[in-house]
Every structure is written in C-alpha cells, then in structure tokens.
C-alpha cells in the first residue's frame, strides 16, 4: 500500500479554505509525500485542477447533488482512499469538513493523526473532545497540538529540553534495548513496564530492558524480578548517555505522566511508543515521529517492528528529535519568551537561535 496525506475540503473559499489549503498542499508536495483530495463539493473540482501541483491526485467520481447526497458521497470516498492508502494524516479543511471526518475516523483502526484547519477556538475544542487520535490546528501562522480539551502542549513541557540531549549522537547498543524513565515509587508505572517486558519475553533477537532514573525498594524489587536494567540518570547528562543507545522507548502509562522523559528521548533521536492519551498525542505524531497505541497487543507489536527494522528507526528517531529540536529547545524558549515581553527574537544573537 502507497503512503499518503489525505485531504477532506468543505466548499473552496478564494484562496483556499481559510487560506491554508493550498500552503499545506504545496508545502507537503516540496517533501515528495503523496497526497490525495476529496472534495465536498464536485463544483469545485476545475478550480482545484487549476491549482494542484502534478503529484496531487484529486479524488473523483460521479458527482451528487448538494445536500445530503453530497456529504454521502464525500464520505464514501474518504472511507474508500482510508482502505486503499496508508493515511499518514488526515487534514480537514473547514467546519463541514471536520465534522464528517471526524465522524468517519472515530472509532477506526486507521489511527492517522487530524489536522483541522479551522479559525474558530470553541469549535475547534468541540472537535478533539473525545478523540482517540492525535489532533492539530493549522492556522496561517502556525500549526498547534491540542489535546481533547482542545488546550495546547501540556504545561510541564513549558521549560525547554536541556541542549545536552540534542548534542548527544545516537550509538544503538549491540542488542535491543528497551527504555523507559521511571518515577522512584511509582508502582503503577514499573508494573506497566515489566508487563511489557514479561509479555516479549522470547522474542528474538532477544530484548533487554532498561529503566532510567531511580527507584525505592519495591519499584527496584519488581524491576529485579524482570531482569530489567537499572540505569543512571541523576541528571540530564546521565540521562542523555542512557537514551543514546537505547533503540526504542516506551511510556506505557496510561495517565501521561511521562511527557518529561518522552521528549527527552526524542530529543536524542529515539523512536517513542506512548498510549493514545492527550499528553503523548502533543508529543508524538503517529506513524511520523513515533508510535501511539491502544493496547498492550498494539505496543508490542510495534516494539517488534521497530526491532526488526533499523531503517525505520533511524527514520522516526530522526523525525522526532526534528520535532523535539521545534518544539522543545532553547532556541524556541528564548524566542518566545522575548516576544512574549515585547522583544524582537532578531536582536539575539544568532548563535543562539540556530535551528539544528
């Protein structure tokens, strides 16, 4: 199956709908992804051949009339681009648009993430409510993660990933290494790890465990028990040394609570595996920077492609140490910090603004 972003557009508005149609398309088109268009209204389909770009394949079929037989066939053609593509996302342009994919993804296996594109802050926050998937807004300025209150990044990630992480260069240990940053007594946590690990138990090549961080005396017995490793990280540098040869991590709370070391590890460059929960959604886009899963069944399954597939994980940790680098460094603190005061980002030096 061919890998592909799919468009779902209300009626066109000029300059696309809300004027981020046509950016998104060219914008994606300049990185060679394919996309596909399903348009609401067949009206509007000579004016979308006028303005796609060659590789855009615009989704045609009998036209309806307006009204009700429209939005059938709309989604109808949707659920048919879902079954025969790969959806690495879906963007919904306009209020017609992300009401009806949102209708037809809720519930589905495809878990490709949402992008509404839409300028209205309460509809937008009734939208995500309830998602099982992650979500993001396209604005003209700007794209934004939301989690299914429709708020933004969780407030704990407010304070920049220390730079040591992104300085630290990848070096994957000889055998899969598994690892999560656990909490000294969070009993909880250290049970949903060494469930995972248990439940891999003769995989092959054989796996190894690792939790980074401390842990009291029953986190530490319970951790003993699964034979998984006990790695340092008193501090960031630590932590960073830990995360370099690691091959996969995994958050498989279903409470959030692991955003911290999630973005640590993508900052290194390790692909990231989470629950499809607010908290790792903002994170992680799915099938592009990482893996969000359901179930244990989901998580293990991926952990095992991830095992069985070094380019794949040379391609997601690079995709999510870019996200991490965007998101989360002290270059985008800084600037946003100063303009939030009034000041120019211009006047620091550039040094210190370089997007690695």
Aim: hydrophobic share 45%.
């Amino acid at each position: 199956m061919t890998s592909r972003v799919l468009h779902l557009v209300s009626r066109l508005q000029p300059g696309g709908r809300g004027q981020t149609l046509w950016p998104t398309v060219l914008a994606l088109a300049d990185t060679g992804l394919p996309q596909s268009l399903v348009l609401m209204d067949h009206r509007d389909a000579a004016q979308a051949r006028l303005m796609l770009p060659t590789a855009v394949r615009l989704v045609e079929d009998a036209p309806a009339r307006v009204g009700l037989p429209a939005i059938r066939r709309a989604a109808n053609a949707l659920r048919g681009e879902l079954g025969s593509e790969v959806a690495l996302a879906v963007h919904l342009h306009g209020l017609p648009a992300g009401l009806l994919g949102r209708h037809v993804l809720r519930g589905s296996s495809v878990q490709a993430p949402l992008f509404f594109h839409l300028d209205n802050d309460d509809l937008v926050a009734r939208l995500v409510r309830g998602l099982d998937r992650s979500a993001f807004r396209v604005q003209r300025s700007r794209v934004e993660a939301l989690d299914t209150a429709g708020r933004g990044l969780p407030a704990d990630l407010s304070d920049p990933v220390d730079e040591v992480y992104f300085q630290t260069p990848r070096a994957e240990a000889d055998t899969p290494l598994i690892v999560t940053t656990g909490r000294a007594d969070d009993l909880v946590y250290a049970q949903a790890f060494v469930q995972l690990a248990v439940m891999l138990t003769g995989l092959r090549p054989a796996l190894t465990f690792g939790w980074i961080g401390d842990a009291g005396p029953s986190v530490r017995q319970m951790l003993q028990a699964a034979q998984i490793r006990l790695l340092r990280g008193a501090d960031a540098a630590e932590r960073a040394a830990a995360l370099c040869g690691a091959w996969v991590y995994v958050a498989p709370d279903a409470t959030g609570l692991d955003t911290r070391g999630m973005a640590e590890a993508m900052a290194v460059g390790v692909p990231c595996l989470g629950r499809q929960v607010p908290a790792y959604r903002a994170l992680i886009v799915h099938a592009l920077s990482g893996y969000l899963c359901n179930r244990n069944n989901d998580l293990i399954s991926a952990i095992a492609r991830l095992v069985e597939a070094a380019p794949l994980r040379h391609d997601l940790g690079q995709a999510a140490r870019t996200r991490a680098r965007h998101h989360h460094g002290h270059h985008r603190f800084r600037a946003s910090m100063l303009l939030a005061h009034g000041l120019s980002p211009v006047q620091v030096p550039r040094s210190d603004l370089a997007v690695v």
